[in-house]
């Protein structure tokens, strides 16, 4: 969500912003300022209106009180003619708003200068590398199939109960991935100072708006309700269509949940609706949680193996800070948390400032680490670590104040996986397998695992 004075004062650097997003987007500014200009005339209109009636009707008693009847009846018709202005008015402005709110909430935050010009990945910007791949003196393979061979993954009998992309774990490599989820909370709560969280996996449509996700992918999210279009169906045909939109109207009463795309959504919105006092800030909060995505548009992609599932377990980091200074600063510091696990892991990597077109859509600012993958002979995305400005905090009405008494003050937010948990094992899986397809176990894991040093089938 934006400023609307901001973008009155100064549309054509949104219109710039904009456009490093997406060439063209930036001509949405001119259905702003229409927007916005049929919603003031409207606001205008009602409280001249407004104003006219009260004044009027002040008149209407003393004109009745003199025996005036023509100008009793000519008073009676301006009070009549101003309710009606009234009216319609409201109605152009409550239209006028949904539409300017519609636009605004759809659209993306605006990057900061430094984050370099680019569409797409080819314009992400390389930062440093750490840790160099291992040579191996045999043929390396995937994760998925060493994860087979260990006969501790399975695939097709995920695909039976829940279809395509999902995974089943077993034995060790589930221990693995609990030992991981573990590690990872104990170095950043012990080590770095977040307050670990066991957050809702499911959430309202509203806590999905104020982190950014809805309204605009919504199909990304998977949604519970109450009736599915099967039962509609059902219902439709064996009732009729009046009992049909009988039941849908009280869906529509109903709460819509989502199951949580990430715990940056539930974290995010620990402040939502809130004031921080002076103090209190930063926060910084982590949790572990499993991440339902329905990877909308992926089709083709990484359709073999762990890299793109539905769901996947994740842990999060979320900071929120007082202003922007303070945002810039702790973005290093949370992408050097992430960056710490790699380390301790022993994992390759490589961090990478995204470029204005590849960010998400409610960052500023974001810094990619990529863990390298033997198999596929390149680094991957296994953390993405964002700062947000006060868009989700606009959004979500999020605010603090700089010292007692002062005028309340929107906050910063700040996100970062700390890292994702299956890439992580994925990446473990390649770096350390061996010829003989067992899996070397990380030294900083052992303690996770009752001191197993190899994984074997």
């Known amino acids: 969500m934006f400023d609307i004075r901001a973008i009155r004062e100064n549309p054509e650097a949104f219109r710039a912003a904009w456009n490093r997003k997406k060439p063209e987007l930036g001509n949405v500014v001119d259905d702003i300022h229409a927007h916005d200009a049929a919603l003031r005339t409207a606001v205008t209109d009602k409280q001249e209106a407004e104003k006219l009636r009260n004044e009027t009707s002040k008149l209407i008693g003393r004109a009745k009180a003199s025996g005036d009847e023509a100008e009793f009846e000519r008073l009676r018709k301006i009070v009549a003619d101003a309710k009606d202005t009234i009216e319609a008015a409201g109605e152009q402005e409550e239209a006028a708003r949904k539409l300017l709110d519609d636009l605004l909430y759809g659209l993306p935050n605006i990057p900061l200068d430094e984050v370099p010009e680019g569409q797409d990945e080819d314009g992400n910007v390389e930062q440093g590398r750490w840790g160099d791949p291992k040579s191996y003196d045999f043929e390396v393979k995937d994760h998925a199939d060493l994860g087979e061979a260990l006969g501790m993954m399975d695939f097709e009998t995920a695909a039976k109960m829940s279809g395509a992309r999902f995974v089943l774990l ?16 104990d170095v950043q709560t012990e080590e770095h100072g977040y307050t670990e969280c066991s957050p809702p996996l499911l959430v309202k449509d509203q806590t999905l708006v104020g982190t950014g996700q809805l309204p605009k992918f919504d199909e990304d999210l998977f949604k519970v309700t ?92 979320v900071s929120v800070v007082a202003n922007e200074e303070d945002g810039l600063a702790e973005l290093e510091r949370m992408t050097e948390c992430a960056e710490a696990i790699l380390k301790k892991l022993d994992l390759p990597f490589r961090r990478m400032l995204l ?62 996986s700390g890292l994702a948990v299956g890439r992580t094992l994925v990446a473990i899986l390649e770096n350390y397998q061996n010829e003989d397809g067992s899996i070397t176990v990380p030294e900083a894991l052992r303690g996770y695992m009752g001191g197993l040093e190899v994984i074997s089938a």
């Open 355 to 416: 470029c204005a077109g590849d960010m998400g859509a409610g960052a500023r600012k974001t810094y990619d680490l990529e863990v390298w993958l033997p198999s596929q002979d390149t680094y991957r995305e296994i953390s993405s670590c964002s700062y947000c400005g006060d868009y989700q905090a606009r959004r979500m009405s999020a605010r603090y104040r700089s010292e007692a008494g002062a005028k309340p003050e929107f906050v910063h937010t700040l996100n970062g």
């Open 170 to 185: 077993k034995g060790k490599l589930a221990r693995l991935e609990r030992a991981l989820a573990a590690f990872m909370l």
């Open 226 to 317: 109450g009736i599915d279009s099967k039962t509609m169906a059902y219902l439709i045909d064996r009732y009729g269509a009046k009992h049909a939109e009988i039941l849908a109207e009280v869906e529509k009463l109903e709460s819509k949940f989502y199951l949580i795309p990430t715990a940056e959504v539930p974290l995010t919105n620990i402040v939502c609706d809130g004031i921080l006092e002076p103090g209190e800030l930063p926060k910084r909060f982590t949790a572990h949680t499993p991440c339902f995505r329905s990877e909308a548009g992926s089709a083709g992609r990484d359709t073999k193996g762990m890299i793109r599932l539905h769901q996947f377990n994740k842990v999060e980091m």
